[in-house]
């Protein structure tokens, strides 16, 4: 009894700071974070939103991300520390999301997306939805639309952040169908706009901190012969055909805009894992994944000394203790 009276006593005090923190310190920026997606990649992004999480959630106005990085987005405004990590190590690493074996399978994908989202979702690491719907910061998801060849943007809400996500991480070949939401088709969110920094600026932040995936100064080369063999083997629309046969150049784009950027008026802060980084897009060793995590732990540490420079940012606490 008396722990519950504790963390109840903590709770309370943690929500009086705010206030305080509130009336005293008025935001003078508007904040986003943009997330990429990677699949298994994103376990990096996992670790710096826990490393983040204690101080920062709720300290965004938005969250913009694609892919896996909407679903990470997702568990961050639900204020669900761990959640992710949990996922990445205990869940996708299973056959269950990934079996190569049902490419032999014409019924099935490879990855199963009503698994990794909908069943983990819902079943073995529920996502708070009514927490995410509640929070403070508006979360959106990065989809594609098929028909149209454009990207498109959904504010996550407790409708329709369970279908959002699965269209926004249905990553083609590897799905074998497009996701029908609100009556249109889509695929991977990160396909025709991968870092969505411009959505950021579109809402009207003006600072914004750019999670990736990949190293600084990483290049997306062709794969051509790649997928003109996995097009063999699960096929296309003729859309979905065009599109990726841009990806590279796509993403290879986004990622100059984002390294070379320059403005008067936004401020980027730009994370990147390290060099020797060594997740993949759909890695299952579990020690590498750790190991992917833990750099972005370390990651966010680094970061959350940098915004504590920035009167929008409290500086309660010092570093914090990987777990």
């Known amino acids: 009894m008396k722990q519950v009276h504790k963390t109840a006593a903590k709770s309370a005090a943690k929500f009086v700071d705010r206030i305080i923190d509130a009336v005293l310190s008025p ?48 568990s961050f405004a639900a204020n669900q520390r761990g959640r992710m990590q949990n996922i990445f190590i205990n869940y996708l690493t299973d056959n269950r999301f990934l079996d190569y074996a049902r490419a032999f399978d014409s019924n099935k994908s490879i990855l199963d997306l009503g698994y990794a989202i909908r069943d983990i979702s ?21 989809l594609t639309n098929v028909e149209e060849c454009t990207a498109e943007y959904v504010e996550l809400n407790e409708e329709n952040a369970m279908q959002a996500l699965i269209a926004s991480c249905n990553i083609p070949f590897l799905s074998r169908t497009t996701i029908t939401f609100n009556g249109k088709e889509y695929i991977d969110g990160g396909l025709l706009d991968p870092i969505p920094v411009q959505k950021a600026i579109d809402l009207g932040a003006n600072k914004i901190v750019v999670i990736l995936t990949r190293p600084e100064g990483f290049r997306e080369p062709p ?3 790649m997928k003109a063999l996995l097009n063999k083997v699960f096929g296309s629309s003729e859309n979905v055909k065009g599109l990726l046969l841009h990806e590279h150049t796509i993403y290879n784009n986004c990622k100059v805009f984002v390294e070379l950027f320059e403005s008067d008026d936004v401020e980027l802060i730009v994370v990147t894992p ?50």
Not at 37 to 66: K, P, W
Not at 298 to 314: M, T, V
Request: proline share 2%.
């Open 122 to 142: 819902t079943i073995h690491v529920p996502l708070d939805i009514k927490a995410l719907a509640a929070s403070s910061m508006k979360v959106y998801a990065g």
């Open 223 to 225: 794969k051509t012969l």
């Open 27 to 74: 935001k003078t920026d508007t904040w986003a974070l943009v997330l990429e997606g990677g699949a298994m990649r994103c376990i990096f992004t996992a670790g710096l939103l826990d490393s983040l999480h204690e101080n920062y959630v709720e300290q965004f106005d938005y969250v913009v991300g694609v892919s896996g990085g909407a679903a990470c987005a997702a």
């Open 274 to 323: 390290p060099q020797n980084f060594k997740v993949d897009l759909l890695t299952r060793n579990k020690n590498s994944l750790l190991q992917g995590y833990a750099d972005g732990f370390i990651a966010g540490n680094e970061l959350s000394k940098k915004l504590q420079s920035y009167n929008d940012f409290d500086s309660k606490s010092g570093e914090k203790m990987f777990f």
